[in-house]
């Protein structure tokens, strides 16, 4: 497969779209590394910023590796493993974000507003271990999608609710996918990184306090806030 140069309209999702392809035509075989940024940026007729953007969703499904100080790897996956990674990628909808996103306000503004209540020190413990790692992850240019996801799921746990945390570990695997795509999205809008860890740091310090109604409300607020960010600004 020959890459070829995109159209910088939506030009992270076609860089990804023509990586991932090489991926699996065999152009980059299992094991493999990638061409540098620069490299693959002038191949496709695009800035860094969009292949950067286009590993770290690949990355994010496990396509690609990342190795410090060494490069950008093809992992070492079977088909069916590939087949379900380029899935997850590709499943999360704009209509699927958006109707999780409703799913999750229902859900979790209630587990936030008894974790307040229920956490214990090892709960508090987690959740800023958790909120170091997003500040990390931001410091290094990644998506930060997992530790997203740790976070709320954290929530849930400290609800002591198991019907609260078994909805989350059922809907697990569709948010994930669509925690990939809305931070592809929310990070072209500039400060967003930084108020999304804030938001995710005042659903801590209500919890923290034992602020049941201050929990519920800054859960509320931030999944309101991305939903409206991902709909151009217009409620939905």
């Not at 061409?35 to 496990?62: D, F, H, N, W, Y």
């Not at 059922?170 to 938001?199: D, F, M």
Request: negative net charge.
């Amino acid at each position: 497969m020959t890459l070829t140069p995109v159209q910088q309209s939506k030009a992270y999702d076609l860089v990804t779209e023509q990586i991932k392809n090489a991926i699996l035509d065999g152009t980059f075989p299992p094991g493999s590394r990638l061409p540098s940024l620069k490299t693959l940026a002038q191949s496709l007729g695009v800035g860094q910023a969009a292949v950067r953007e286009a590993i770290s969703a690949l990355r994010a499904i496990r396509l690609v590796e990342v190795r410090q100080g060494d490069g950008t790897f093809v992992a070492t996956l079977d088909t069916n493993e590939i087949s379900r990674s380029v899935e997850q990628l590709e499943e999360s909808t704009a209509k699927d974000i958006q109707s999780l996103l409703e799913l999750r306000i229902w859900i979790e503004t209630g587990a936030a507003h008894y974790a307040a209540l229920r956490r214990t020190r090892q709960h508090l413990l987690e959740m800023e271990r958790i909120l170091e790692q997003m500040e990390q992850d931001a410091g290094h240019a990644e998506l930060g999608e997992t530790s997203d996801w740790e976070f709320h799921y954290a929530v849930s746990k400290a609800s002591h609710n198991p019907y609260m945390q078994s909805l989350m570990e059922t809907i697990a695997e569709r948010v994930q996918s669509a925690l990939l795509k809305s931070r592809l999205a929310l990070y072209r809008i500039p400060g967003e990184e930084r108020r999304l860890i804030e938001q995710h740091q005042a659903i801590f310090e209500a919890i923290q306090d034992g602020d049941g109604e201050k929990a519920m409300f800054a859960m509320q607020q931030h999944l309101l806030h991305v939903s409206i960010q991902l709909s151009g600004g217009e409620v939905v």
